[in-house]
């Protein structure tokens, strides 16, 4: 059973970063794509970020281009989601996953068979 473990997350004001981690037991991330997906009340899952296997270049959603960095550990069970220039559009709670979405499935929430808890980030201006 792959089980992903959140950390970071926090409440900080606009033009500041956080970083998210995402681990699980073994080289889980060595098989599976992984992703950030973020979630305000009320709405459904957003996808943010993903990064295949195969450790090629990650996708992201246009409204965090150039501010967010997606990256994994070398041991393969660390995947990071760093987040720079924040401003309150991104206060949401924050999920980490795990699957083996194809890639035009790759930005559904349900393409995605593994969750972690999820981590509140809260931006305030």
């Known amino acids: 059973q792959v089980q992903l473990v959140q950390s970071g997350g926090g409440s900080v004001q606009t033009g500041t970063s956080l970083r998210l981690s995402c681990e699980t037991s073994?080289?889980?991330?060595?098989?599976?794509?992984a992703a950030w997906f973020r979630q305000v009340p009320g709405e459904g899952r957003e996808f943010v970020a993903a990064?295949?296997?195969?450790?090629?270049?990650?996708y992201y959603a246009d409204s965090v281009k150039g501010r967010f960095t997606f990256s994994r550990n070398s041991l393969q069970n660390t995947v990071f989601l760093q987040m720079n220039s924040l401003t309150p559009e991104d206060t949401a709670v924050y999920y980490c996953?795990?699957?083996?979405?194809?890639?035009?499935?790759?930005?559904?929430?349900?393409?995605?068979?593994?969750w972690g808890q999820g981590a509140q980030v809260t931006v305030s201006s």
């Open positions: 073994g080289d889980t991330f060595r098989g599976l794509t």
């Open positions: 996953a795990a699957g083996r979405p194809i890639t035009s499935t790759l930005r559904r929430d349900s393409s995605y068979a593994y």
């Open positions: 990064m295949r296997p195969t450790n090629s270049n990650p």
